[in-house]
């Protein structure tokens, strides 16, 4: 249990897409089964501390890839993460109706992250913050849904590829017609934009979707009659005042092994294994790269497995980096820098 535990927090620390983690992936961090995760969380020691919720109901017995795990501690701020919006509207969300109503959303979810996950949805209506990615209709019922489906395509055009949200699951396609919300400014408020406009397909652009109309209904024009430049005309790149830093490869390496390592005991020794998957985002090209930046800085040291205490699974195998013959499995922070 608290290698279990350890593990969590690990991905508490990395935070984003990575927690909190589905049951599903909680067992791949941990070299378990979901079965056996689930079993080892419904410990006495795990009593309290941990809360196990479904995403989107509908079934009596969710899938391990559609449980959330997080510590009991955390639940009003999962309640108010973007990543949270984002899955429940991504499960609610029907082709023929994109739009969903707020009373909806939080269905499904642990009473308790289902109160809180409503208060948060109506905080983030009246502070006019949501993701880029996501748009809201107010009124009296509040519809919530991705801007990308605000998006008609034009006659004959192909559809582009899905894309991603930030728990790796794919979103509607945008047409050709409309670039990433995030990439040419849509803010990150609600939008109190025409209703029939989107219960009958959002036939307006997405940026006009995520523009606020002006008093007197005119969205094309400011308040003095002056055009507005046509959405495909350069806008000011300048990120938000309130914008969070990026956080660098080496400071979330750094929170995953402390993390990790605590977890299982604290040896100063973790998988390769352990740590890819702990920073799922990071494609293998790049992670190996970085890593080896850290390693020159002496930072940290790679050891291959004797084989007399453990037996390497496929998966450890496949996570290692073979140099000079050797296959190197364990990450151990050095302390002679």
Excluded: C, W
Excluded at 233 to 239: E, F
């Amino acid at each position: 249990m608290p290698r279990l535990l350890g593990v969590l927090e690990s991905q508490r620390q990395l935070g984003g897409a990575s927690y909190p983690p589905t049951l599903e992936r909680l067992a791949e961090l941990t070299g378990e089964k979901p079965a056996e995760t689930s079993r080892a969380l419904k410990h006495k020691d795990a009593k309290g501390r941990v809360l196990l919720s479904p995403v989107g109901g509908g079934k009596k017995k969710p899938a391990p890839g559609t449980t959330l795990v997080l510590l009991a501690e955390d639940l009003e701020v999962v309640a108010q993460s973007d990543r949270l919006l984002e899955l429940q509207l991504q499960s609610a969300r029907k082709a023929d109706a994109p739009a969903v109503d707020l009373a909806q959303l939080p269905k499904g979810l642990l009473p308790a992250l289902s109160r809180a996950f409503k208060a948060a949805l109506e905080q983030r209506i009246a502070e006019r913050r949501v993701p880029r990615t996501i748009g809201v209709l107010t009124g009296k019922t509040p519809l919530f849904f991705f801007i990308a489906d605000a998006v008609l395509p034009a006659a004959g055009a192909p559809a582009l590829p899905a894309a991603t949200a930030t728990d790796g699951a794919p979103r509607p396609p945008a047409s050709n017609g409309a670039r990433d919300p995030a990439s040419h400014g849509a803010p990150d408020a609600a939008s109190p934009g025409a209703r029939d406009t989107a219960s009958n397909g959002a036939r307006d652009t997405a940026s006009h979707s995520a523009r606020p109309a002006s008093p007197n209904g005119a969205r094309a024009s400011t308040s003095n009659g002056a055009a507005q430049p046509p959405p495909d005309a350069p806008r000011d790149a300048t990120p938000a005042p309130d914008a969070a830093p990026a956080v660098s490869f080496a400071e979330r390496f750094d929170a995953a092994f402390t993390a990790l390592d605590r977890g299982a005991g604290g040896h100063n020794y973790v998988t390769l294994r352990a740590l890819r998957a702990a920073l799922p985002d990071v494609p293998r090209a790049v992670f190996d790269a970085e890593l080896a930046a850290l390693r020159r800085q002496r930072r940290y040291s790679l050891d291959p497995s004797d084989g007399r205490h453990h037996q390497m699974a496929d998966a450890e195998r496949e996570a290692g980096i073979m140099e000079a013959g050797n296959l190197l499995v364990y990450v151990a922070r050095r302390h002679d820098a």
